[in-house]
Nanobody, 121 residues
Framework: VQLQAFGGGLVQAGESLRLSCAAS????????MGWYRQAPGKERELVAS???????DYADSVKGRFTISRDNAKNTVYLQMNSLKPEDTAVYYC????????????????WGQGTQVTVSS
């Protein structure tokens, strides 16, 4: 599976951005996609995920501001980011993998290139 991310940029606090992640290749081998981010000096964290035919999850820090969605026909996942804050500044990575229902675990095996999001105050 190949993932290609788009949409990062420089915005001011309070503004919005939308990230896109297009998946290609062996799409049948994934049933969950997510967005991670990593700020300088910090660990990579999961921001949002969408499990196909199950639902979405968000980090507490972005609940109510970010929305993850999926266009099945385009094999693309979006991350709509509203009311951006300077602390949202990070490199955002798209990831895809498999959700094991019985164990309720998600494993991300595929990663796209990062896209920089910078929010100025």
């Amino acid at each position: 599976v190949q993932l290609q991310a788009f949409g990062g940029g420089l915005v001011q606090a309070g503004e919005s951005l939308r990230l896109s992640c297009a998946a290609s290749g062996s799409i049948f081998s994934i049933n969950v996609m997510g967005w991670y981010r990593q700020a300088p000096g910090k660990e990579r964290e999961l921001v949002a995920s969408i499990t196909f035919d199950v639902g979405t999850d968000y980090a507490d820090s972005v609940k109510g501001r970010f929305t993850i969605s999926r266009d099945n026909a385009k094999n693309t996942v979006y991350l709509q980011m509203n009311s951006l804050k300077p602390e949202d500044t990070a490199v955002y990575y798209c990831a895809a993998g498999w959700y094991r229902r019985l164990k309720s675990t998600r494993t991300y095996d595929y990663w796209g290139q990062g896209t920089q999001v910078t929010v100025s105050s």
